[in-house]
């Protein structure tokens, strides 16, 4: 594939971050063939770890189609990471704007040009206890839609493994030495959804169809089966303000949540 696209900031920062990367982790890449080889496109990966953009990007890297990945905009403002940011063609994201079509503008740009814009769809790292994708938020789909643009789902998994996400101490378990592994299916099929017009239910049901995509490759990484529905963090938070608030009723009474169901059983008897 070619290369001609890289650039020197690209190249300079795979100098840097190859070797440490290549020395510290196993590798189990697959699907790279499903990485196009002209045009713009977008990927969709999950999120389970600080680590992982490091090793989606030496994935995508080594297929010559490097990816442009969406960052907060404070972080262009200088330093050496803002350097590297600018460098590289990321792209700002600009999160006061509160019109979503042109907060993504630059990435409908990128892809214009022929350029790959990765995506983690669900905007922060999982909260999903046992690690699967939450739901998704509608970025790539909105873009997606507007562009026509192919949209590769990506799982990855083992990044979390030596970097845990929300982890009490946030550092490095490097040893036993883990497995970085990627996983690149076909493009999803969102011709369905061309020419209706992009309303939050258009939306939803593109980033429903991104994210199964996703979680179904994950499945196959883990081997084991992912859960019927994905998490949503509201519906959880929610639910668990609602049972404080019934644990705080129940000692209030100076009954605990335990003994009312006990009673309830008993009283059914």
């Known amino acids: 594939m070619s290369r001609h696209r890289i650039g020197f900031w690209y190249r300079f920062t795979a100098v840097l971050a190859k070797p440490p990367l290549v020395v510290l982790f196993k590798r189990d890449w697959r699907g790279m063939e499903h990485i196009p080889v002209d045009g713009g496109f977008i990927t969709a990966v999950n999120h389970n770890s600080y680590l992982d953009p490091l090793s989606y990007a030496h994935f995508q890297y080594n297929t010559g189609r490097v990816p442009r990945f969406l960052a907060k905009a404070a972080l262009f403002k200088g330093g050496f990471v803002g350097t590297i940011l600018r460098g590289t063609g990321q792209i700002p994201v600009y999160r006061e704007s509160t019109d979503a079509a042109t907060a993504f503008r630059s990435a409908v740009d990128a892809i214009n040009r022929g350029e790959c814009v990765a995506f983690y769809p669900e905007g922060t790292l999982t909260r999903d206890p046992e690690m699967w994708p939450m ?20 799982a990855q998994w083992g990044a979390n ?36 017009e992009p309303t939050a239910e258009v939306l939803r049901a593109a980033t429903e169809d991104i994210m199964s995509a996703i979680t179904a490759l994950l499945a196959e990484l883990r081997g084991e089966p992912a859960p019927a529905e994905p998490y949503n963090p509201r519906k959880a938070l929610a639910e668990a303000r609602r049972k404080a608030r019934e644990e705080k009723r129940a000692a209030e009474a100076g009954q605990s949540p335990a003994a009312r169901e006990e009673r309830k059983e008993g009283d059914g008897k």
């Open 135 to 154: 739901e998704g938020k509608t970025g790539a789909a909105r873009v997606a839609l507007l562009t026509k643009a192919p949209v590769v789902p990506v």
């Open 161 to 196: 493994e030596a970097m845990p996400p929300y982890a009490k101490e946030n550092k490095l378990r490097l040893f036993p030495r883990k497995t970085l592994k990627v996983l690149a299916g076909p493009p999803v099929d969102l011709s369905a959804y061309y020419g209706k």
